[in-house]
């Protein structure tokens, strides 16, 4: 198959080069603009000097759930936070915000790559903006949620993934993660170090099956910046549908399998698409195993892949690969509109090989 809408041109080098200098620079600005103006209506402060202002405050952040009221805006004033867990809540009809009372003031800070900074579990409607969470075994995890949303952030040293949204029990729906900074994740086992991880790829001991059949929905991810991951930059899985992934700047990705965005790979029949990858810029992607370093795979859909930009000058490397995963015969369209490769790889591959006898391929529209 021809696919000539990936072109490879050498002297748009520095194009892409300013292209990410630009996504940083909006990135950066974008996350100085975060919400902190809204007042706060509650403070989290171990200080033993009293407040010179009224607003109410509290030594712990259970302490002040236990006395929310619909829109409250959750200050954290302390330099460090101990790592929070939020479980059965819900917010009402106006989102709970949790921030620093100065942006990214406030560092959730674990030791020797255990735990997870933030956790927030069974709930539904919670901002969490402009904190600095670093150390942990994971730093965001969010189950069984929604109407969730994970902006501003600098998540950085994790042992393994540093944000992820799964399903367990029941699943959830609306997902906005926008204008993080992650990298140098799975600095204890590189394998598990996706920057972001939606869904959940485990599987039944017979393999017939993806073990959690519940979903996550209506996922956008847009304007972070991921680099020095120790797997994928983003791995989205099977049973996680209508994700959006949009004007991210990804660098640097050293892969143990798959690629720096990944799309429902998994040899499992899925009931449910829906994949926009567009506008991201993608470069120096690598495989540690010896494997071709793939930047954009997908095993699934419907999905459009478009406009994205991808740079890299290993001759192994390819651009975008289709896996051969497509079991739904109702949801394997994929199109591909103007996205641009430079580099000596193959800019498209619709036959990576999957795990599966069927070898059920995507029918591809090229625009």
């Known amino acids: 198959m021809m696919y000539n809408p990936i072109n490879r041109y050498k002297n748009k080098v520095i194009l892409v080069i300013l292209v990410l200098h630009m996504a940083t620079f909006t990135n950066t600005a974008n996350a100085e603009v975060t919400n902190t103006t809204q007042d706060c209506t509650k403070i ?41 867990l939020i479980e059965d809540f819900n917010s009402g ?39 600095i969470i ?6 965001i995890l ?20 540093a944000i992820s949204i799964k399903p367990r029990h029941y699943g ?19 394998q598990y170090g996706e920057g972001l991880y939606i869904g959940d790829g485990s599987y039944t001991k017979d393999r017939s099956r993806l073990r959690i059949q519940h979903t996550v929905r209506d996922v956008t991810i847009m304007n972070n910046i991921i680099h020095h991951t120790g ?31 990944t799309i429902a790979t998994e040899s499992s029949f899925a009931e449910f698409g829906g994949y926009i990858i567009e506008g991201n810029v993608l470069t120096n992607i690598h495989n540690r195993s010896g494997y071709r370093p793939i930047a954009i795979a997908v095993g699934h859909g419907d999905t459009v892949i478009k406009d994205n930009i991808i740079v890299d ?3 192994k490397f390819v ?35 999957g795990g599966t006898k069927d070898k059920a391929k995507a029918v591809v529209t090229v625009k």
């Open 313 to 315: 000058e290993a001759k």
């Open 319 to 353: 651009a975008i690969c289709l896996f051969t995963t497509f079991l739904n015969p109702k949801l394997n369209k994929v199109t591909l509109e103007h996205n641009i490769l430079i580099g000596r790889g193959s800019p498209f591959s619709a036959n990576c090989t």
């Open 172 to 190: 959830g729906s609306h997902y906005l993660i926008k204008d993080n900074i992650v990298f140098n994740t799975g600095m204890l086992n590189p």
């Open 142 to 161: 969010i189950q069984d949620s929604s109407n969730i949303s994970i902006t501003s952030n600098r998540v950085f040293n994790t042992g393994n993934q």
């Open 44 to 84: 989290i402060s171990t200080s033993k000097h009293k407040p010179s202002h009224s607003t109410p405050t509290f030594t712990k952040l259970s302490l002040a759930l236990e006395r929310y009221i619909e829109g409250d805006v959750v200050c954290l004033a302390d330099s460090y936070q101990p790592v929070i």
């Open 134 to 139: 670093t150390g942990g075994l994971s730093a």
């Open 231 to 261: 797997n994928e930059a983003i791995d989205v899985k099977a049973n996680a549908y209508d994700v959006k992934i949009l004007n991210n700047t990804i660098n640097d990705i050293n892969l143990k399998f798959n690629a720096a965005i």
């Open 93 to 131: 009809s106006k989102p709970l915000i949790i921030r620093p009372l100065q942006y990214l003031g406030t560092t959730i800070k674990s030791r020797y790559y255990q735990g997870t900074g933030l956790t927030i579990k069974n709930s539904n409607g919670i901002i969490i903006e402009g904190l």
